[in-house]
């Protein structure tokens, strides 16, 4: 069964700042992985998703992702962190090799950006 | 074009009674879900369908029912509400190698 640990439970970074956001994942198939972002109140936000090709996959607001086949890891990553960059990321993984279509969620990291 | 549309955004309900929780895309995507979100625990998915009258379930699907009469429709039943399943719920569907999710549903058992 596949499964995705997000091992904090939150990311402090002063604004300016490179931030990462951690995730790996356990598939017996090769994965699909995505990250959201949700705001207060809200639904969840697609910003990027890795399926094949180049591991390094750029996504909606200036954030980014490397996939690492070895250690099975997918973390999230932007140069130079905002105040509006404040909010809850989940990673998800989805295992190509199933035959249903169900995508397994992270318990989500919260990212507070300090001014 | 709302995509998926979820309804009602809030509901408080008490404990033993049944309540729906709608969901419905303008799309006719095959796959839709259902997810709780809860403190410390993320997302997890309660149910899912591949298409019209084909469902499965998720990893918290005790104490709801889903059905899936049109592709456009998949809602959430819960049929003797417990104060464990107050919650956030949300649907989504795949949109090619992604999936779209509506706005919520944040139940409250009493």
């Known amino acids: 069964a596949q499964s995705v640990a997000q091992p904090e439970d939150q990311v402090n970074v002063a604004e300016g700042n490179p931030l990462t956001v951690k995730c790996t994942y356990s598939v017996s198939g090769n994965p699909y992985l995505f990250w959201y972002v949700q705001y207060p109140n809200r639904g969840l936000q697609f910003l990027l998703k890795y399926i094949t090709g180049d591991n390094l996959v750029k996504g909606s607001y200036g954030f980014e992702a490397e996939f690492n086949k070895s250690q099975t890891s997918f973390h999230l990553k932007k140069p130079s962190a905002l105040v509006s960059d404040s909010a809850l990321y989940f990673c998800a993984v989805r295992d190509r090799g199933n035959r249903d279509d169900k995508i397994i969620f992270g318990k989500g990291t919260r990212l507070h950006i300090l001014p | 074009d709302a995509g998926i549309t979820q309804s009602p955004r809030y509901k408080i309900t008490e404990t033993g009674r049944q309540v729906t929780l709608m969901c419905h895309q303008t799309w006719s995507h095959s796959y839709m879900f259902w997810y709780r979100q809860d403190l410390g625990h993320g997302l997890r998915l309660i149910y899912y369908?591949?298409?019209?009258?084909?469902?499965d379930k998720g990893e918290v699907p005790d104490g709801y029912v889903v059905s899936r009469s049109k592709t456009e429709n998949f809602p959430l039943t819960l049929e003797s509400a417990t104060r464990s399943q107050t919650s956030v719920y949300f649907c989504a569907s795949r949109t090619g190698d992604g999936y779209t999710f509506g706005s919520g549903t944040r139940l409250t058992v009493v």
């Open positions: 369908s591949a298409a019209a009258d084909i469902t």
